[in-house]
């Protein structure tokens, strides 16, 4: 059983920048593809960032390319997402998420392929 906590939200002016952890624990996270989703006020859950296991591939949704970066340190246990040139309407509650998988290269981008899930964390960009 893995679980995840999320963690490095908080208030950042637009134009700012964040960078939010993502700590594995129960066992390792080597062998899960992982990924950050995020979820504003009144709105769906929706696909930011992916990363596979071993981070050689990552995939990122068309409004957050360019400006986010997902990365993972497995000898950490901890995936990270670093946000730049924060909007306003990046505001929302970010979490991170977890599958694991035989393949090296995978990246999910569904929700729906994740099985393990994190608390977490707001992030809020003011104008």
């Known amino acids: 059983q893995v679980q995840l906590v999320e963690s490095g939200g908080g208030l950042v002016q637009a134009g700012g920048s964040l960078r939010l952890s993502c700590a594995c624990s129960g066992r390792t996270c080597s062998g899960y593809a992982m990924g950050w989703f995020r979820q504003a006020p009144g709105k769906e859950r929706e696909f930011v960032a992916a990363i596979s296991q071993r981070g050689d591939r990552t995939q990122y949704s068309d409004s957050v390319k360019g400006r986010f970066t997902i990365s993972r340190d497995n000898t950490k246990n901890t995936l990270f997402l670093q946000m730049n040139s924060l909007k306003p309407e990046d505001t929302a509650v970010y979490y991170c998420?977890?599958?694991?998988?035989?393949?090296?290269?995978?990246?999910?981008?569904?929700?729906?392929?994740?099985?393990?899930w994190g608390q977490g964390t707001q992030v809020i960009v003011s104008s």
């Open positions: 998420a977890a599958e694991i998988t035989a393949y090296f290269y995978s990246v999910f981008v569904n929700q729906r392929e994740y099985d393990y």
